[in-house]
């Protein structure tokens, strides 16, 4: 089993819905990753967060530690959201000097105009 | 402000051939990474960097080496290609290893 389950692999949505994806994971964690990678491949990490939640414009961030979960959030979505969203763990045994992020295999959203 | 920077951005390689894929940032970052991605895999990572004089290896080390030359360089070399190692392989840096992580634009490794 995966340490890091995403969930949908694929969503389809059109523009203006409030579009959910879904990360859980297994083990003890001391931080939580949200990334996006572009159509062209190109990643960019949109949240950091051990607890609670954090909103950037139209994207929130929520992190359940008790329950190893956590949801990334768009709202109003746009076509420009369309992109693979990647949830990644940093294992609580890997802190301090290590830095082994384990990642999803990822979501696939795109966003219909 | 450039980031981080990969070269080359696309290789053919036959197999049993040797190549070294080039990393730099500019952000003053203690900690370096290289990660591979498959399809159906998702992220791995290869070797890391937490601090300039140290490497580690990560999940997927086997048919690599990597050398952190100074603060702002981390290259990772494969000295006998095989068709196993064809991926996309992708550079990171952070402040230090329970910070954020920015990535380089990847590079395309195809092996024959």
């Known amino acids: 089993k995966n340490e890091v389950e995403q969930s949908p692999q694929n969503l389809t949505a059109q523009e203006g819905e409030f579009i959910t994806i879904n990360c859980s994971y297994s083990v003890g964690i001391s931080a939580l990753h949200w990334l996006q990678q572009h159509p062209g491949g190109g990643i960019v990490s949109l949240f950091m967060l051990s607890s609670g939640k954090k909103k950037h414009g139209r994207l929130i961030a929520t992190i359940n530690i008790q329950e190893k979960h956590s949801s990334l959030h768009i709202t109003a979505s746009h076509p420009r959201d369309s992109a693979v969203y990647i949830c990644a763990v940093l294992r609580l045994e890997d802190g301090g000097s290590q830095g082994n992020l384990i990642f999803g295999k990822g979501t696939k959203l795109s966003v219909k105009p | 402000n450039a980031g981080v920077t990969q070269t080359p951005k696309f290789q053919v390689l036959k197999t049993g051939q040797s190549m070294t894929l080039q990393c730099a940032q500019d952000?003053?970052?203690?900690?370096m990474y290289w990660y591979r991605q498959d399809p159906g895999m998702g992220l791995r990572l290869i070797y890391y960097?937490?601090?300039?004089?140290?490497?580690d290896k990560g999940e997927v080390p086997n048919g690599y080496n990597v050398s952190r030359l100074n603060k702002r360089e981390f290259s990772l070399r494969l000295e006998s290609a095989a068709p196993s190692q064809t991926s996309v392989y992708f550079c990171?840096?952070?402040?230090?290893?329970?910070?954020?992580?920015?990535f380089g634009p990847g590079t395309r490794l195809l092996v024959l």
């Open positions: 990171a840096s952070s402040e230090g290893t329970q910070e954020t992580q920015y």
């Open positions: 952000m003053n970052h203690n900690s």
């Open positions: 960097s937490a601090s300039e004089g140290t490497t």
